[in-house]
């Protein structure tokens, strides 16, 4: 995710990073190639003249923009969601680590800091199902070899490891550590977290319908690759650039429609899933005395 501040609006014309811009280079390249050559046979296609009333491109172009509009608001509206799942998720972290610190005073604190090790073991957990990483990453640091032994091979596991402090609330329960009023309170939390894993999953495994990216993508070429037609008897030589720019501005929006639909990935303006997992760590860490280092701040502008 790139986070930074606005720009001159010199520096802004030629930001690269974070940019759609080095994803469509290409079609922009093709858009421009095939306009130069509308331009230099004046609309011409084996003698034969091709008459687009520009006025056609703007009904079209109107109509085109209402349905960009849309795309874009319901692919915000996933990318939104997903960041406030996350949110969610720093407090419920800290809120759970504080009971139980707190609400069990009969157990060590050795024993109370591996299952604050298990919360933030949830969150990495979680991040690396939404991100397809068959790997486990930070988990050898933060579970026990039989732990890692239980989740190896494993699909869901950030619900096993729920199931790993649900057993040992119960464990204490047994043994009169905890009694039923904050056992429930503390499984409300609980259910807190599957909640969110749940919300996660629903945004990650149901994109935007195929039809309407099918539907935008074709609509969008289509209009910028007619365009010229259009525009080169009006324009003359200047027609190659308003087409280039008029493309630039449908395609990239399309890009962007694309990238934040998606929202747990890694490229530049996704969200930055690891980020809020080293944050998660280290505030819960401190709250209960764990040792570790600095938390260290991004050293460029761009957040994984």
């Known amino acids: 995710m790139i986070v930074r501040q606005r720009a001159n609006w010199l520096r802004m014309l030629f930001i690269w990073r974070g940019s759609v811009l080095k994803k469509i280079m290409a079609q922009l390249f093709v858009i421009l190639l095939f306009s130069l050559f509308i331009y230099f046979f004046k609309g011409r296609i084996f003698d034969y003249k091709v008459h687009l009333n520009p006025t056609i491109f703007t009904l079209i172009g109107l109509a085109l923009a209402i349905f960009m509009g849309f795309c874009n608001s319901a ?68 579970l026990s070899p039989e732990q890692l032994e ?9 619900s096993i490891i729920l199931g790993f402090i649900a057993d040992w609330l ?34 990650y495994n149901t994109p ?30 200047m027609m190659p650039l ?13 890009a962007i ?3 934040i639909g998606e929202p747990f990935g890694e490229e530049e303006n996704d969200l930055a899933l690891n980020s809020i997992c080293r944050t998660i760590e280290f505030s ?11 938390l260290k701040k991004p050293d460029s502008y761009f957040i994984d």
């Open 75 to 142: 692919s915000y509206d996933r990318f939104w969601e997903g960041r406030k799942l996350w949110g969610l998720l720093v407090i419920e972290t800290r809120s759970l680590t504080r009971q139980i610190l707190s609400y069990i005073p009969n157990v060590s604190k050795e024993e109370k800091q591996k299952i604050i090790k298990l919360i933030s073991a949830f969150c990495w957990a979680l991040n690396y199902q939404l991100r397809d990483k068959s790997g486990t990453g930070n988990l050898p640091q933060l």
């Open 150 to 158: 239980q989740i190896n091979g494993k699909k869901f596991i950030p």
């Open 170 to 203: 119960h464990e204490q329960h047994q043994k009169g550590n905890i009694d039923t009023i904050i056992l429930t309170q503390i499984d409300d939390q609980l259910n807190q977290f599957s909640n969110i894993s749940g919300g996660c999953e629903r945004i």
């Open 208 to 237: 935007l319908p195929f039809a309407y990216s099918v539907l935008l993508h074709r609509t969008v070429y289509l209009y910028c690759f007619w365009l010229p037609f259009g525009l080169v008897d009006t324009l003359g030589w």
């Open 242 to 254: 308003i087409v280039l720019l008029i493309s630039y501005t449908f395609i990239a929006l399309d």
């Open 257 to 259: 429609i694309q990238e």
């Open 284 to 294: 819960i860490f401190e709250q209960a005395e764990i040792p570790q280092g600095e």
